[in-house]
Structure formats: C-alpha cells, structure tokens
C-alpha cells in the first residue's frame, strides 16, 4: 500500500508535466517561428545583396576586359602602322567615342611628352608620381597595368567651381622588338565607371561606392539615397596595378517582428502547410522543367559533338580514355566500346611509334603535356593517318584538374598537298634550269667548235704525217707523234667536262642533303659560268677561304642558285666599258650566328627603287623574255634550307646578291 501511494503522485505529476511541456514547446515554436523568419529574410537579404554584388563586379571587370582587349589592339595596330597626327588624332577618338567610360586617349613618348591625343586641342597629361611609376614598371615587365586612382578636380556643367572626380589610367607598353615607343594611355573617371556599368534596378536598392585601399570615397552612386549600413558586401576589382574595392550598402532595413507574436505564428502556421504544398508542387514543376532542359541540352549537346569533323578524346589522370565521339572513332578506325576505359598502351598506336608514344605518355602522366604536336595513328586495317594533336587540361567545377582534353586533327589532306607543292617545285625547278640551258645552247655550240676543231687539225696533222713517212717507206718518230696526240686528247676532255657539267645540271634528281664544300660545288659548275663570262667579256673571279666550313644543302639547287645569280650579273653588266666588266664570288663564314655567306657581286646598272620593291615576286622580270621565276625560285631554294637571300647596292657600281646558309658547326673552325 504505501508503495502504492508513492506510485500515484509520480504518475499525477508525469500526466500534467507532459502537457506543460508540450505547451511550453507549442509556446517555444510560436516564439521562435517569427525570429527564425526574421533571421532567414535576414539571411536571404544578404545572401542576395552579395550575388548582386558579385554580378556587378563581373559586370564591371567583363566591360574593363573588353577594354583592355580594344586597347591592346589598337597598340598593335600603332606599332605595326605608321600613323600621321591626323590619323593617330582619328583613331584614338574612335576609341573614344565607343567606350563612354573613357575620359582621354593618349599616346605617351618614353619621356612622358605627348605623342597623341583623343582630345581636339592635345594638351599635355597631368603628370603624377603615380602614373610615372606604372609607366616604368609597364615598361620593365611589358605588362599593361592600371594606376591607382587619384583624386583630380575637373569643372562640370561648365561651372567655374572645380569639382573633386577620381581618375584610374590604363597603361599600354608600345614595343616594336626591343625598341620601346611609350605607353597608350587610357584615363577612367571612376563616376562615370559607376553610372555606365551599374544597372539602374541595383541602384535603386543600393548605394554603390568605389572606395581605394585607404577607404577613400573614389565615386559613389545612391539612386534612392544613402545605405543603411545592415546590408553590406566589399568586393574587391581585380585590376592590375590598382586597389580598388566595390562596396555596396543596401537601403533596406532589418526586418521587424510581427506585433502579435501569437497571431502572427498561427498565421505563419495555417498559410505555412499551403505554401508548402505550393513550394512542394514549384519545386516538382521546376525538377521537372530542369530535366527537359537537361535532356534538350544533352541531345544537343551529342548532336553537336557527332556533327564535328574534329576528333575529341578525354583521359583521366591515369591516362584511361573516358570519353571519344563519333569523329575520333573515324579517324583511328575503331568503335568507342573498344576504346572507352582503356589504359595505354592503344591500340591504334603504330608498332614502329611506340617508344615515342610511351616516352609521350609518361610526360602527360608527370603533367608535362606538350600543347600541340603532330604524330600518326593506325587503324585496323595497316593504314597510317597523320594527325596533329591538342591537349589541355580538363578542370572540373571546383578547378580541379582530373585529366586531359584533346582534340585530334586528319591533316591526310594537308600533307598530300604539301607532297605534292613539294613535287611541283622540284618541276619546275628542272623547267628553269632546262631553259637555262635553253639559253646557253648557242654559247655551248661555239665553246664545243674550238675544242672539236683542234681536235681535228691535230689527227689530220698526225694523218699526213703518218701517210708521209709511209709514202717515204721511212718510220715516223714518236716524239713527233706523242704531243699532237696529247694536245686532241686534252681538247677532247675539254669538250667532255663542258658536256658533264650540262649533263649533271639538267638531270632530274629528287633532293638530297649532304655534306657540300662550297669550293668544291663552284667548281663543278665553273666551266658553265666561264662559258657565260667569256661571250661578255666579263672577268670572273673567286674568294674562297682554305678553311670554309662546309654546309648541308641539295647540291644541284645550290648550283642552280649560282648559275641563276652570275648569269643575272654578266647581263647586268652588257652596257658598260669592257675594262669595267668584273664579276665576283666571294664567300666567308660568320661566328656570330654558324653560317656560311656567299656573295655574287657585279658592276653592273644596280637595280631601280621600283623594280626592288617587286624583285622577288614570281612572274615579274625586267628581259622582254624572262619569265620572272628565276629570283623567286633562288629565294625558294635558300629557304628551303633554312637560309636567307638578300641584296645590296655595291658601293663600286652595281648589285650584290647575297645568301647564308647554316653551317655544320662540328666542321666549323675559325679563320686565321
């Protein structure tokens, strides 16, 4: 019993504690809904204010960007054009006038002078230690860079008061090569900053203020007045050069409770299930509207990806392919399924490639990819296809890398027709030095006559002599047989050496670099230049150090280059005294950059400002008879490997051509 009695009170008390406590708790929710709704407009408010913020300093650096990119165009097209004042007057204030947010436009010399300006009547730039300090550390690290802005008065709707206006200039370093040609500068009033790129729906629900890294005020603009300080976000403009800090401060206020809590939570409680059965029935609606959009998307997405002619591949960090579309698959000739999920090595990696591949992938796997390279893949049935491969990393959205992106190029097409560029040139290469020879043959017949014809005289002397002394029954002596036989033997290897030179020329060879002795190649082909000289009456003469390096080059191109200079020579120089008619090729190497000189230089009439400027355009020629290929095809020559043709007047009357060509600097020793 008395236990019984003790048992009855705890029971009382726990049925009227139960209820208290869930009244308490009712009351606590009541109590607590409306600050946590407070708290949560509070929140979103903020959260708010801060993507707005976000979006308008994106807003204002994309519009900056876009400027920095018309700017550094426009330097571009200072440096490589060379402007008249009123050209460079135009310009600038084209710029100008595209972007209202610009102030001024100027061309700054190294000295800080004036070269240019947008302005109608230049005045100079004010000057500040600021500006003067970007203006040298943009031309030390050839950076565009920004100034930090500075506070300036300006005089505004033609009041004779000044009024206080910060100005941010823009610096472009001007470089042509080495050679530096000043700063385009372009000024920004912050204001104006502020009232283009700022749209007017921020600005009626915020105060927006450009502040400087000491919180000076640089511009402001508060439609609907000045912020209540609840609602802040900073947000600093990543310029280069400048600290600049967007701070936004909204004009709203805290949020206020309800004035009956009691009432307000029942309200909040009753409209509380609706609206989420409305949220519940958006959110479904909008799930729904995202996955149509996705799918859309995804089906384009593939739609486009099959249409590319270009083939895409993604691997992982481990070099697994996770990914291939539809033009990949055709140019290495297997299906996505054999491929997907594989690790290296591939198969459409050729067997006599594969050191190169490995030896490739291992620098992808050390994050070392090469950006852009040229290889080949082979598909299933043997047939090799050139490619040309770019790579890039592949970051997800938090920017982390987690593989590698390429693109993969057919160049088949590309290389056909280089092969066959490459097959054209070779013919008409051959055409030109058949018409070489073309021109030569008359030389050749009268330069052949005298050989041949003093191989005549000499076996019809030995003839009669030999008839003579069998007339006489006597017996001829040998001494007075051996030196006319000697002298046509002579004549006649005379006559040959002339017909192999002409012979070697003309042939048709594919061309072959090899080791070539600039002495010893002039002298194969100095009988034709002799031939040439001696029906003009020029002179010819060598210089040839005993130590030339030689160089790796085709020899009958060079030769063709030779012939094609001191022919060109010889006829330059048909209207001038005799006396004066001297042709020489001199040749030197140069240290300084490991390559063998050679000049061909004449007295000849030089060449005329007009026709310089077209001297080495095909199809242009001074002859009534040229066919204007024979320079171009020299310059072609000379730069196949890997050199340069030039001219110069000669100081002596008339012109010298000259040409380098790299030098095997293993051979290569220096001249005593």
């Not at 972007?99 to 240019?116: C, I, K, N, T, Y």
């Not at 230049?122 to 000057?127: E, F, K, T, Y």
């Not at 209540?228 to 206020?256: F, Q």
């Not at 090469?370 to 938090?398: C, K, N």
């Amino acid at each position: 019993m008395p236990s019984a009695s003790r048992r009855q009170p705890t029971r009382t008390a726990l049925r009227w504690l139960l209820p208290i406590v869930l009244v308490l708790f009712f009351l606590a929710i009541l109590i607590w809904l409306p600050w946590q709704a407070r708290q949560m407009e509070s929140n979103e408010r903020q959260e708010q204010l801060i993507a707005d913020t976000l979006w308008v300093e994106q807003t204002i650096r994309f519009q900056l960007g876009r400027d920095e990119e018309a700017l550094r165009a426009l330097a571009s097209e200072l440096i490589s054009t060379n402007l008249t004042p009123e050209q460079l007057h135009t310009r600038l204030a084209r710029v100008l006038k595209n972007g209202h947010e610009f102030l001024r436009v100027a061309w700054l010399r190294p000295d800080g002078s004036l070269q240019g300006s947008s302005d109608a009547m230049p005045l100079p730039l004010p000057s500040s230690p600021a500006s003067a300090a970007t203006m040298e550390l943009s031309r030390k690290t050839r950076k565009a860079l920004y100034t930090q802005p500075e506070i300036q008065s300006e005089h505004s709707n033609g009041a004779a008061a000044p009024v206080a206006a910060a100005v941010m200039d823009y610096h472009v370093p001007l470089f042509r090569g080495d050679e530096y040609l000043g700063d385009l500068v372009a000024s920004y009033q912050t204001r104006v900053l502020l009232e283009e790129m700022v749209p007017w729906w921020f600005a009626q629900d915020n105060q927006v203020t450009l502040v400087d890294r000491d919180d000076r005020v640089l511009a402001r603009r508060a439609a609907a007045g000045p912020g209540h300080g609840v609602y802040t976000h900073k947000r600093a403009l990543d310029l280069p050069g400048a600290n600049i800090t967007l701070v936004t401060d909204s004009v709203k206020s805290e949020p206020k409770l309800l004035p009956n809590l009691l009432v307000g939570s029942v309200i909040v409680l009753s409209l509380g299930l609706l609206w989420s059965l409305l949220a519940l029935w958006g959110h479904i609606s909008r799930r729904l509207a995202a996955e149509g959009a996705l799918r859309q998307q995804m089906s384009f997405r593939t739609a486009m990806e099959n249409s590319l002619v270009t083939g895409l591949r993604a691997r992982d960090l481990e070099g697994r392919i996770t990914y291939v579309n539809p033009a990949f698959c055709q140019i290495v000739g297997y299906p996505a399924e054999e491929i997907i999920g594989k690790l290296p090595p591939m198969p459409y990696w050729a067997p006599e490639a594969m050191v190169e591949y490995q030896t490739r992938f291992a620098s992808v796997l050390a994050g070392k990819v090469t950006p852009q390279f040229e290889t080949f893949f082979q598909r299933p049935d043997g047939e090799r296809v050139p490619v040309l491969i770019f790579e890039a990393p592949l970051v997800d959205s938090h920017g982390k890398q987690t593989g590698w992106m390429g693109s993969i190029l057919d160049i088949s097409d590309r290389k056909r027709i280089e092969d066959l560029n490459r097959q054209q040139h070779e013919k008409l290469q051959s055409s030109a030095r058949l018409a070489t020879m073309g021109e030569m043959a008359s030389m050749l017949a009268h330069e052949l006559n005298q050989p041949l014809a003093a191989i005549s005289s000499y076996t019809t002397g030995a003839l009669n002599l030999l008839k003579n002394a069998e007339s006489q029954h006597s017996v001829v002596a040998a001494s007075a047989l051996i030196p006319a036989l000697e002298q046509a033997s002579a004549q006649a290897q005379r006559a040959g050496q002339i017909i192999r030179s002409v012979h070697e020329f003309v042939k048709k060879s594919e061309p072959q670099r090899q080791q070539i002795d600039i002495a010893t190649l002039l002298e194969g082909i100095r009988t034709l230049i002799e031939l040439q000289a001696r029906q003009a009456y020029v002179s010819f003469r060598v210089s040839i150090p005993e130590h030339l390096p030689p160089v790796l080059a085709d020899r009958v191109m060079i030769e063709q280059v030779l012939l094609n200079l001191t022919r060109n020579g010889i006829e330059a120089m048909q209207h001038i005294p005799p006396q004066r008619r001297m042709l020489k090729v001199q040749a030197e190497y140069l240290p300084e950059t490991a390559q063998v000189s050679v000049a061909v230089i004449d007295q000849g009439h030089g060449i005329p400002e007009d026709v310089a400027q077209r001297l080495f355009s095909p199809f242009f020629s001074t002859k009534a008879e040229g066919m204007g290929m024979g320079l171009n095809i020299c310059r072609t020559a000379i730069e196949f490997h890997g050199g340069t043709l030039s001219y110069n007047a000669n100081p002596q009357g008339g012109t010298i051509f000259t040409f380098v060509l790299p030098a095997l600097a293993s051979t290569a020793k220096p001249e005593t």
